[in-house]
């Protein structure tokens, strides 16, 4: 099958129609945003409780959770400026169905390689949707912190990756990564375009 990927070894673009919608959504688009970056440190520092003896883990995680929180901040102060206030987080569907594609069973390090390689895949795809917002959104102020996030993100997306490999040998890190990306394009087939999601 021939496969259409984006400059992030994604299987499958974002739906074009989906910049559209979001920037008319840009209020429910920003508190989902900020939602993620809870979510995204939260992560980073389930990961650091759960594997306290891996050092090396725990200083990228700890870095990364500071960036995430600062972020987090950030799109809080975005919100404020246009008089848009924090609600109710709402139900991610897209990890409720990436999740899916972790394998159960094995070694500590095998459920850690799974881990590092779902954050990855989540890094990765936020990078590419906060790059669509930068190219395409008209507000000038948020196509610059996204062009920002998006630098940062990248950076995230490979951090995850080399560290899995710390863990699993790469042939197996790549392929299994390969696997998440499979699974990950037939997962966004399926999905609906949403306007008031960051995913």
Request: glycine share 4%.
């Amino acid at each position: 099958m021939e496969r259409n990927k984006t400059t992030l070894g994604l299987n499958l673009p974002t739906d074009p129609r989906w910049v559209n919608i979001a920037e008319k959504s840009i209020a429910e688009i920003l508190i989902d945003h900020a939602y993620c970056e809870q979510k995204a440190a939260s992560s980073g520092i389930s990961l650091i409780v759960q594997y306290p003896e891996h050092e090396q883990l725990v200083e990228m995680l700890t870095d990364l959770v500071a960036e995430e929180w600062s972020h987090f901040e950030r799109v809080l102060e975005m919100m404020k400026k246009r008089g848009i206030k924090l609600d109710k987080m709402r139900k991610d569907e897209y990890v409720l169905a990436i999740s899916k594609i972790l394998k159960g069973g094995g070694s500590r390090e095998d459920q850690l390689v799974e881990k590092l390689l779902l954050n990855a895949l989540i890094e990765a795809r936020s990078c590419e949707r906060f790059k669509i917002l930068h190219q395409h959104i008209q507000d000038e102020e948020l196509s610059k912190f996204y062009f920002e996030l998006m630098v940062s993100e990248a950076s995230h997306y490979n951090s995850f990756l080399d560290m899995a490999k710390q863990f699993k040998p790469e042939d197996y890190v790549m392929k299994r990564w390969s696997e998440f990306l499979e699974a990950e394009a037939e997962i966004l087939k399926n999905l609906e375009v949403r306007p008031d999601r960051m995913h």
